[in-house]
Every structure is written in structure tokens, then in C-alpha cells.
Antibody, heavy 117, light 108 residues
Framework: QVQLQESGPGLVKPSQTLSLTCTVS??????????WSWIRQPAGKGLEWIGR???????DYNPSLKSRLTLSVDTSRNQFSLRLNSVTAADTAVYFC?????????WGQGAVVTVSS | EIVLTQSPGTLSLSPGDRATLSCRAS???????IAWYQRRPGQAPRPLIYDSSNRATGIPDRFSGSGSGTDFTLTISRLEPEDFVVYYCHYYGSSPETFGQGTKVEIK
């Protein structure tokens, strides 16, 4: 059974960098043709696709976040990561990591990140 | 970018009723790239349907998906009390992937 778990600071100051890591267990990340993805949901709003990374390292980003976003992958640790620069209160949300096969078939439980001084 | 528009925003029904949720794409898309999720408070989104009409693992058969082109539908044949939550459609055929804004199914 594949499991994903987000980790990282729950509080980030405005203008600083939000960093999260997703640890995958139950199956090597490189075992199949999957996109490893990030999604977020601000309180009271809908789901927003952040971006995805393939195990080769190729990435696709949400155009609205592209200038501030970096995704990376470390298959030796079975982890992938998100870095979002210059955060504001609008980046406050629950952040999910997920495996994208035919739709998102496995999700992490979500990490609450608050941007506040 | 494919924009997904879900309707209605809120659906007020009773347990045992049939629910029909709509997801309309801004351009025609291949039906194999539409998925549906259930979102319960405090939980991760639960995959319901992938490739427009295939049920995800463990999903009861009261949930079904259909559609093609620009119009897709999630149907819940007989609502159970635990089904009164929010549902999202998702397009994953190209980047950027997108979500609809959600439909809330509430108890009438």
C-alpha cells in the first residue's frame, strides 16, 4: 500500500520561503510512470493544482506560481519537495502531496501552512 | 488552460435521493482525463472516478461517472448520510492540470 506524508514548518513569515517534503513509502517512486504532485486548498476555497515532477526531474508548474516555485525529487530517499519563495498570506493553505497516475490515486494527509509574522 | 466549471454550486437533497453533479470543460477534452474526488473535512480528497467513468478502488457502485467532449457527470444513485460533502472534478490531460470549483451536496 502506497503512503505519502508531508512534512515541513507549519508557520512561515511573509516574504520568506515555504518548504515542504513528501515522503513516499510502500513502493519505490521510480517503479512506474507517475507524476508526483502538489495541490493546495486555502480555507473555504477549492483545490488548486500547484505542479508536478516526474522521477526524471522534469517539471510542470501552475503558471500563476511558476516564478516562485521549485519542485525537486530525490528517488534515493523516495522523497519529493516543494519550495515556494516570497510567500504572502494568500499562500496560507493545506498543502497535499499526491501521486498522479490516472487521476490522483494516493494522497498525503495534508500539511497546514500559515503565512504570518 | 482547461477551465472546469461545476454546477450546481450547492445541491440540496435527502438521503436516498439521486444526485447528479455536472462538470463542464472550456474546451473539448479526451474523456480519459477526467477524475472526480470526494472531500470530507479534515481528510485528504478521496478518489472516486478516473478516466471519466472508472470507479477507484473500494468505491461503492452507487457512484458512477460519465460524459465526453465538454460535459461530464458524477451520479450518486442513492445518497447515504456520509455522501453529504463536497465533490471536485479534475482534468489531467495536459499541464496545467485543473480542478472545478466544487459542488457541495447538503441535506435538504
Amino acid at each position: 500500500q502506497v503512503q505519502l506524508q508531508e512534512s515541513g514548518p507549519g508557520l512561515v513569515k511573509p516574504s520568506q520561503t515555504l518548504s515542504l517534503t513528501c515522503t513516499v513509502s510502500g513502493d519505490p517512486m521510480s517503479s512506474g510512470a507517475y507524476y508526483w504532485s502538489w495541490i493546495r486548498q486555502p480555507a473555504g476555497k477549492g483545490l488548486e493544482w500547484i505542479g508536478r515532477i516526474y522521477t526524471s526531474g522534469s517539471t510542470d508548474y501552475n503558471p500563476s506560481l511558476k516564478s516562485r516555485l521549485t519542485l525537486s525529487v530525490d528517488t534515493s530517499r523516495n522523497q519529493f519537495s516543494l519550495r515556494l519563495n516570497s510567500v504572502t498570506a494568500a499562500d496560507t493553505a493545506v498543502y497535499f502531496c499526491a501521486r498522479r497516475h490516472r487521476g490522483f490515486d494516493y494522497w498525503g494527509q495534508g500539511a497546514v501552512v500559515t503565512v504570518s509574522s | 488552460e482547461i477551465v472546469l466549471t461545476q454546477s450546481p454550486g450547492t445541491l440540496s437533497l435527502s438521503p436516498g435521493d439521486r444526485a447528479t453533479l455536472s462538470c463542464r470543460a472550456s474546451l473539448s477534452v479526451e474523456s480519459r482525463y477526467i477524475a472526480w474526488y470526494q472531500r470530507r473535512p479534515g481528510q485528504a480528497p478521496r478518489p472516486l472516478i478516473y478516466d471519466s467513468s472508472n470507479r477507484a478502488t473500494g468505491i461503492p457502485d452507487r457512484f458512477s461517472g460519465s460524459g465526453s467532449g465538454t460535459d461530464f457527470t458524477l451520479t450518486i444513485s442513492r445518497l447515504e448520510p456520509e455522501d453529504f460533502v463536497v465533490y471536485y472534478c479534475h482534468y489531467y490531460g495536459s499541464s496545467p492540470e485543473t480542478f472545478g470549483q466544487g459542488t457541495k451536496v447538503e441535506i435538504k
